[in-house]
């Protein structure tokens, strides 16, 4: 790599590295995944920053590179069955203080019980401001689809919470 391009990529690296482990950490959930996800996307990037760096959007690039090295690692955990949670996936017990780290805890619990496409789609739309046809540029989809997958995906955490708050079912009686 030649120390103009150097410079340059160190600089996106430097100003868009955080915004993108965001973006991996939402659509994991978990910090060490998201970490390696973000670092073979940089490291990818790096590869081909000659061509991306002269591009409009080298952050675009990253970001689509970031979503299918996600979408890689969920297919070959989902062909292999090696996945194994690590908790009982209950909701999370606290005191009121903490309500906004239960939330927090909530909707990353609503987000990893999403499909990764509508996973994508919202964490793209709510927490990297992308509009639809970013979206759809960036998957390479169409609007309507970002549209009614972005619409399933809430109606999916919507109901989620309604189901944690409404207790369990059948309770009460002795």
Request: aromatic content about 6%.
């Amino acid at each position: 790599m030649r120390p103009d391009d150097l410079a340059e990529f160190s600089a996106f690296v430097r100003a868009r590295s955080a915004a993108l482990f965001r973006t991996a950490f939402l659509l994991t959930g978990e910090r060490g995944q998201a970490e390696d996800l973000v670092q073979s996307a940089l490291e990818r990037l790096c590869r081909h920053w000659r061509t991306v760096g002269r591009a409009q959007a080298p952050e675009a690039y990253a970001r689509r590179v970031l979503v299918n090295l996600v979408y890689d690692r969920h297919r070959s955990r989902r062909r292999s069955g090696t996945e194994v949670p690590l908790d009982d996936g209950g909701p999370a017990s606290g005191f009121d203080a903490y309500q906004q780290i239960l939330s927090r805890d909530e909707l990353m619990r609503g987000l990893r019980a999403l499909p990764v496409n509508m996973r994508t789609v919202l964490v793209l739309r709510y927490f990297d401001d992308m509009t639809d046809a970013e979206i759809a540029t960036a998957l390479g989809i169409r609007a309507s689809t970002v549209r009614s997958q972005a619409a399933r995906g809430l109606a999916k955490l919507r109901a989620a919470a309604q189901d944690r708050t409404a207790g369990p079912a059948g309770g009460g009686t002795r």
